[in-house]
């Protein structure tokens, strides 16, 4: 495989060969996209339980956070061209094979669970290869042309993909939505068994044998900031609310709203819509002064936007789609500047494995919060744990606007450990 060494990538990489990729890439992504729409959906019209769909979304996200830590270390050491040609290959495989045994009236929620894990297990591994690699195959200088085609297709497809699956869900049965998601991962497959990938230059082996230290550094640089363990916690508790939130959507939409796969598109596109419009506006406004005040207030307004749902009779969809906007809008804010403050506060040398560790402490209580919500919206019904939800993210929000430690966290730049200073 080609090397490339990162210290002397200024020459011009041409953008063909990245742009081949990045295409077929995208395809496959609307294809995974419009089965994870039909997937759910089956879930929920053949089982109408809010615990079933918990458990989906708990087998899909467990592969990213139980193998995060050492994943980047896979990504690095291993081929990457193979690792994205390994994880749509098994990804299109399992989806096949599922495929055949439903067009057969084999179907099982079983299968359906074995087979979200082995998706979210491609995507844990193939998301960070991409990402990788793309730094080999780009000059610098379009690095940011590459940042705003990659926000743009997430846009897109958060907006498309839910009407697309809707309508799918409307003309085909499971086993042929399935079929066309196999068919579009095919260009993605094809295109990396041609095109070169570059490698990284290899590097002195005895280098690696610090991860296990600079992981405990990382560990250590995180628990002695009592702001930053707050900031993790409040974001945990958003990660707490939120993912059965989403997850549990479906349910609301059909037992609360009488609605169907078009309603849930249309509240999952709403999401998408504010998430796009938040992005922008942020990028424009900037935010007030302290861009902790900024993320709290907009979280407060998510909660609201979580009570509106909550609260909104059930003939007033169109204000629970509202609803979801305001989520997405606000969301964008409360993501983007968590990063934002991390890469102003944390020294380079380290931000790396800070920012990884401090997002994947506040994904960790996805599964605790689908665990809980469940089966309480089996036994109370879906709206509560949105007015539940929303009510405790505004105190939380509220409260955080009086929390010295983390509203100073901009003016305190605790420094790396000795021997990680930038040389």
Same mark, same amino acid.
């Given at each position: 495989?080609?090397?490339?060494?990162?210290?002397?990538?200024?020459?011009?990489?041409?953008?063909?060969?990245?742009?081949?990729?990045?295409?077929?890439?995208?395809?496959?992504?609307?294809?995974?996209?419009?089965?994870?729409?039909?997937?759910?959906?089956?879930?929920?019209?053949?089982?109408?339980?809010?615990?079933?769909?918990?458990?989906?979304?708990?087998?899909?996200?467990?592969?990213?956070?139980?193998?995060?830590?050492?994943?980047?270390?896979?990504?690095?050491?291993?081929?990457?061209?193979?690792?994205?040609?390994?994880?749509?290959?098994?990804?299109?495989?399992?989806?096949?094979?599922?495929?055949?045994?439903?067009?057969?009236?084999?179907?099982?929620?079983?299968?359906?669970?074995?087979?979200?894990?082995?998706?979210?297990?491609?995507?844990?591994?193939?998301?960070?290869?991409?990402?990788?690699?793309?730094?080999?195959?780009?000059?610098?200088?379009?690095?940011?042309?590459?940042?705003?085609?990659?926000?743009?297709?997430?846009?897109?497809?958060?907006?498309?993909?839910?009407?697309?699956?809707?309508?799918?869900?409307?003309?085909?049965?499971?086993?042929?939505?399935?079929?066309?998601?196999?068919?579009?991962?095919?260009?993605?497959?094809?295109?990396?068994?041609?095109?070169?990938?570059?490698?990284?230059?290899?590097?002195?082996?005895?280098?690696?044998?610090?991860?296990?230290?600079?992981?405990?550094?990382?560990?250590?640089?995180?628990?002695?900031?009592?702001?930053? =363990?707050? @900031? !993790? #916690?409040?974001?945990?508790?958003?990660? /707490?609310? *939120? %993912?059965? +939130?989403?997850?549990?959507?479906?349910?609301?939409?059909?037992?609360?709203?009488?609605?169907?796969?078009?309603?849930?598109?249309?509240?999952?596109?709403?999401?998408?819509?504010?998430?796009?419009?938040?992005?922008?506006?942020?990028?424009?406004?900037?935010?007030?002064?302290?861009?902790?005040?900024?993320?709290?207030?907009?979280?407060?307004?998510?909660?609201?936007? =979580?009570? @509106? !749902? #909550?609260?909104?009779?059930?003939?007033? /969809?169109? *204000? %629970?789609? +509202?609803?979801?906007?305001?989520?997405?809008?606000?969301?964008?804010?409360?993501?983007?500047?968590?990063?934002?403050?991390?890469?102003?506060?944390?020294?380079?040398?380290?931000?790396?494995?800070?920012?990884?560790?401090?997002?994947?402490?506040?994904?960790?209580?996805?599964?605790?919060?689908?665990?809980?919500?469940?089966?309480?919206?089996?036994?109370?019904?879906?709206?509560?744990?949105?007015?539940?939800?929303?009510?405790?993210?505004?105190?939380? %929000?509220?409260?955080?606007?009086?929390?010295?430690?983390?509203?100073?966290?901009?003016?305190?730049?605790?420094?790396?450990?000795?021997?990680?200073?930038?040389?």
């Amino acid at each position: 495989a080609q090397e490339v060494d990162m210290a002397k990538n200024e020459v011009e990489q041409p953008l063909g060969p990245f742009l081949l990729i990045w295409s077929s890439q995208a395809v496959s992504l609307l294809g995974s996209s419009l089965v994870s729409f039909a997937l759910i959906w089956w879930l929920t019209e053949s089982t109408g339980s809010g615990t079933i769909l918990a458990v989906a979304t708990i087998v899909t996200i467990m592969p990213r956070l139980v193998l995060s830590p050492i994943i980047g270390t896979l990504v690095d050491r291993w081929p990457r061209r193979l690792i994205m040609l390994g994880a749509d290959s098994l990804t299109a495989l399992a989806t096949l094979l599922l495929a055949l045994l439903f067009s057969l009236n084999i179907q099982s929620i079983y299968l359906v669970y074995v087979l979200m894990f082995v998706r979210g297990l491609g995507t844990a591994f193939h998301g960070p290869a991409m990402i990788a690699s793309t730094s080999l195959m780009v000059a610098e200088k379009h690095f940011s042309r590459v940042a705003g085609l990659n926000n743009a297709l997430r846009g897109a497809m958060s907006i498309l993909a839910p009407l697309a699956g809707a309508l799918l869900v409307e003309l085909l049965p499971l086993h042929l939505i399935l079929a066309v998601d196999v068919l579009s991962a095919l260009p993605a497959i094809g295109t990396l068994l041609f095109v070169v990938v570059p490698q990284p230059a290899k590097v002195d082996p005895s280098a690696t044998a610090s991860i296990l230290t600079e992981l405990k550094e990382g560990v250590k640089y995180i628990t002695s900031w009592r702001g930053l =363990m707050l @900031l !993790i #916690g409040v974001y945990a508790m958003v990660h /707490f609310l *939120l %993912a059965p +939130a989403t997850a549990l959507m479906p349910l609301l939409v059909t037992d609360y709203f009488g609605g169907g796969a078009l309603q849930l598109a249309w509240m999952q596109s709403a999401t998408g819509v504010g998430l796009v419009a938040g992005g922008l506006f942020l990028g424009v406004w900037g935010g007030f002064e302290r861009r902790m005040a900024t993320a709290m207030v907009a979280l407060a307004f998510m909660g609201l936007g =979580m009570i @509106l !749902i #909550g609260l909104v009779p059930p003939a007033w /969809f169109g *204000l %629970a789609v +509202a609803g979801m906007f305001l989520i997405g809008f606000t969301l964008s804010f409360v993501t983007s500047l968590r990063l934002a403050v991390l890469q102003a506060v944390v020294p380079p040398a380290i931000q790396g494995r800070v920012i990884t560790m401090v997002l994947s402490a506040t994904a960790l209580t996805d599964p605790f919060g689908l665990a809980l919500a469940g089966p309480l919206s089996d036994s109370v019904g879906v709206r509560t744990w949105y007015l539940l939800g929303g009510l405790i993210t505004v105190v939380v %929000a509220v409260g955080t606007l009086y929390a010295p430690a983390i509203m100073a966290i901009e003016d305190q730049v605790v420094p790396a450990p000795a021997g990680e200073e930038m040389l």
